[in-house]
């Protein structure tokens, strides 16, 4: 990806296709269509995480590259999205297609409780 024509045609459909939401992630996941990268450090994601990540800081993406599937769309993730945006833009210049989570790894962490997260957890079991 070419940073200075990305950023010369940039507007709000480009705006807009930088980032998902947690819906549509979820789908994404049950489908088996996206890969979740977590781009917090690894200590970070050693005491809490989902199931569904890959952990990959973003201090070590650049060596990591080989890990993350270009076949799939790589949507990165931490607390809130500060993170995980520098972790999308990278992918995207080394050719990935990648997106961010707008609400955070800590807007996840709210969404999927009680109700949403039994449906979430048998949905994918069913997928397995």
Same mark, same amino acid.
């Given at each position: 990806m070419d940073l200075e024509k990305y950023l010369s045609?940039?507007?709000y459909e480009?705006? +807009? $296709?930088m980032k998902i939401q947690?819906?549509?992630?979820?789908?994404?996941? +049950? $489908?088996?269509?996206v890969q979740f990268?977590?781009?917090r450090f690894k200590e970070e994601f050693e005491l809490w995480h989902?199931?569904?990540s890959k952990n990959i800081p973003l201090n070590e993406m650049p060596d990591r590259l080989v890990e993350i599937n270009k076949d799939k769309l790589v949507v990165t993730a931490c607390p809130h999205y500060d993170r995980a945006i520098m972790g999308r833009m990278f992918l995207m210049q080394n050719g990935f297609?990648?997106?961010?989570?707008?609400?955070?790894l800590?807007?996840?962490a709210d969404y999927l409780r009680g109700d949403n997260a039994k449906h979430f957890?048998?949905?994918?079991k069913k997928s397995e």
């Open positions: 045609n940039f507007d480009a705006r +807009k $296709k947690i819906p549509e992630l979820l789908e994404l996941l +049950k $489908k088996d269509e990268v977590d781009v989902f199931s569904f297609n990648a997106r961010y989570l707008v609400e955070g800590l807007g996840l957890y048998n949905s994918n």
